[in-house]
């Protein structure tokens, strides 16, 4: 009995020795500022910072592996804390939140009933899921389950709905979710998202060239929640009360509802919730990234220019416009006039964008005052060419540019928006057929003239004006002169007199799908004009190319735009980009939008040196020939929809329009609003809701 105590003695005895030996042989230090950071940290264990867990995030932080803002659940108080720790300043961040892609839900038709375990993951194993759309959401709710912080339910409609307040932006949902529904992005990846092939939207959204989530903001306005419907807008358009008004909306064109009864009011619910916040008095807040310390030149304070500031401004870069007008907005300030879009109203609109934190420098002309050299030597890091198309096109009719009473069609709508005053005789002639043409001549007819006449040398058929544009025009009495086409200006004395055409037919299909007009010998016909405008066209003005320097390393088209990459917007200076009219040639003022969130896209990837270019899939839509679209979302019919019609349009009469520059659209009530927003389907990609 002694021999095994003294025995067992020895034997810790030595096994005591060897375990301190080896304590010291293979003592591994741990840094105590890990055991602080973990302290810190939320302990979610979420993995939304890529490590498994808060103990193995705290050591890759500690270790230099990880930065000090790794926790996406702590957010900045958290990295600040961690930040203070290590001995670091750390940057305010962005925060991030889940959203759900799809909204097709329990709407979705099914292939076959899905009996084994209600789980996401379990059912796409199962030849993708039940649904038809393979895309769809599955709706089993295992994003809800995986939420450690209950931002998730299941809406009615069989999606799930998150809770921003709740959310912290882990992505633990996203990575359980194998259709890929969840995204999880900062406002400013929101920002850098552009429409892809593999994305889930309605045919209207596909169509919208700045690509606006309408079936969210609809939405939103059918449940009175006003305030996001704008934000909804404005994370892909700033000018909401300004398309509101103007925009030719081809999404309603493309909105399946029109299969059934009427398109929804997509553009006027739009000016709805913009004039709702204008009305309120105040600007709602969009969130704005911390600073990066670039600099950015805007050169022209059109649309394209301010939409491509506004968000290089969000995506938190320093931002000077600079402008060769008095007033900031291009043509949709001297271009438009005020009975379609009144001054006060794009006021308020620019201001708010301006209100972001951009500077503007207005009077000040490129290639006179300042050149690229001296932007260069400022210190801006990259330039944005967006000067527009101010020049007017010529009808190539001798006399034209010293016959007094011949304006181009710019000019005068300039001058008109300048309020200067123009004279009008009681004859007017506008020659052309797009929307410059129809402003041209309802201007006319309410600066004074009794009798205008619209000289175009296709048929109806065929003007590129907006429809609604040329029956307002026709309800107002102006006459249309269609198949003619202009031959030559009468003067007595270098005064217009007459304007003498030539009666036209159509022949087979030109370059540009249109019908070749034809004349018919002998058919000329005189009319009688005190002011002929031309409205034919427009091209920029490049003159700014004449200044000495690197801007003539510019390339050019016979068009006289500016080159670019179609993706990019990046010309043949690497820190130049180019965008609008300028660079697309002349479009619609949405097109012009859409171009400048692109601009601004790469130029923010080209100045934090990430890859410009898109991923494969890119959607782009034609809208001119409806090609392009997401197949099989392109619907000939749908069944099951209760016939409701579109809410009618508040307008002045005729009569009392044409003596007054008042604007002649009105905004719809909230009355309509709701009703019209609860005819809307809120569509997917082929999901649509029959009960609407």
Not at 601 to 629: C, N, Q
Request: charged share 25%; glycine share 12%; proline share 6%.
């Amino acid at each position: 009995m002694l021999e095994a105590i003294l025995f067992l003695l020895a034997l810790g005895c030595i096994s005591g020795t060897l375990l301190g030996i080896a304590s010291r042989v293979f003592y591994v230090y741990e840094d105590p500022r890990i055991e602080l950071v973990e302290d810190v940290l939320p302990g979610a264990n979420c993995g939304g910072c890529g490590y498994a867990g808060c103990s193995a995030a705290a050591a890759s932080i500690v270790s230099g592996d990880a930065p000090p803002n790794v926790c996406i659940v702590g957010g900045d108080a958290v990295a600040r804390a961690i930040g203070d720790i290590m001995g670091v300043s750390v940057g305010a961040g962005e925060p991030r939140y889940a959203h759900n892609t799809c909204n097709g839900g329990d709407r979705a038709e099914n292939r076959f009933h899905y009996l084994g375990v209600w789980d996401c993951r379990a059912a796409v194993l199962l030849y993708g899921g039940e649904k038809e759309c393979d895309k769809g959401c599955l709706g089993m709710g295992t994003c809800v389950q995986t939420c450690l912080f209950g931002a998730i339910t299941m809406g009615d409609n069989g999606v799930p709905v998150f809770n921003p307040d709740r959310c912290t932006g882990c992505g633990a949902c996203a990575k359980a979710c194998p259709k890929g529904v969840i995204k999880v992005l900062t406002p400013s990846e929101q920002i850098l998202s552009f429409n892809m092939m593999d994305d889930r939207l309605a045919p209207c959204r596909q169509t919208c060239p700045a690509e606006i989530d309408i079936p969210t903001y609809i939405d939103h306005i059918k449940h009175r929640r006003y305030e996001e419907a704008l934000l909804t807008i404005k994370e892909r358009n700033p000018f909401p009360l300004t398309c509101g008004r103007v925009c030719p909306h081809p999404c309603e064109e493309m909105c399946r509802r029109a299969l059934a009864d009427d398109p929804v009011a997509i553009n006027p619910l739009k000016r709805f919730v913009a004039d709702y916040e204008m009305n309120s008095g105040r600007y709602f807040p969009v969130p704005v990234a911390p600073d990066t310390g670039y600099k950015v030149a805007v050169i022209g304070g059109g649309p394209c220019g301010l939409t491509c500031a506004y968000y290089l401004r969000r995506l938190g870069h320093s931002v000077t416009v600079f402008e060769m007008q008095e007033k900031l907005g291009g043509m949709l300030y001297y271009g438009i006039p005020e009975y379609r879009l009144p001054k006060k109203i794009l006021d308020w609109e620019i201001q708010g964008i301006l209100n972001l934190g951009i500077k503007a420098k207005t009077n000040v002309k490129f290639g006179v005052d300042f050149d690229l050299a001296s932007l260069v030597g400022a210190g801006y890091d990259a330039i944005f060419l967006a000067v527009g198309a101010w020049k007017y096109s010529s009808a190539r009719l001798e006399g034209e540019d010293r016959i007094r009473g011949v304006y181009g069609g710019t000019v005068f709508l300039e001058r008109c928006g300048r309020e200067i005053g123009h004279p009008i005789g009681r004859r007017v002639g506008v020659i052309g057929g797009g929307n410059t043409a129809m402003d041209a001549a309802r201007t006319s007819l309410r600066l004074g003239a009794e009798k205008v006449y619209i000289i175009y040398r296709r048929t109806e058929n065929e003007m590129p004006a907006n429809a609604e544009e040329i029956q307002a025009a026709r309800e107002e009495g102006i006459e249309f002169l269609f198949l003619a086409a202009p031959n030559r200006i009468i003067e007595n004395d270098g005064v217009l007199t007459h304007l003498e055409y030539l009666k036209m037919r159509l022949g087979e299909p030109d370059e540009s799908g249109r019908r070749r007009p034809i004349p018919i010998e002998g058919s000329e016909t005189r009319i009688p004009l005190d002011n002929l405008i031309l409205a034919i066209g427009q091209v920029p003005d490049l003159s700014f190319m004449d200044s000495s320097g690197r801007i003539k390393d510019l390339e050019t088209t016979r068009w006289r735009t500016i080159v670019g990459d179609p993706d990019t917007n990046q010309t043949s200076i690497p820190y130049v980009f180019a965008g609008g009219d300028v660079y697309t040639g002349p479009w619609i003022a949405v097109g012009a939008i859409g171009n400048g969130r692109q601009a601004a896209r790469s130029i923010h990837l080209y100045l934090t040196g990430e890859d410009m270019r898109f991923p494969d899939g890119r959607l782009k839509v034609d809208i001119g020939s409806r090609t392009g679209y997401i197949p099989g979302t392109i619907f000939d019919k749908i069944s099951g929809v209760q016939r409701k019609g579109r809410i009618p349009k508040p307008e002045l009469e005729p009569n009392e329009r044409i003596h007054s520059m008042d604007e002649v659209e009105l905004t719809i009530s909230e009355e309509d609003a709701l009703r019209e927003a609860g005819r809307c389907m809120n569509c997917c990609l082929t999901c649509y809701d029959k009960d609407a």
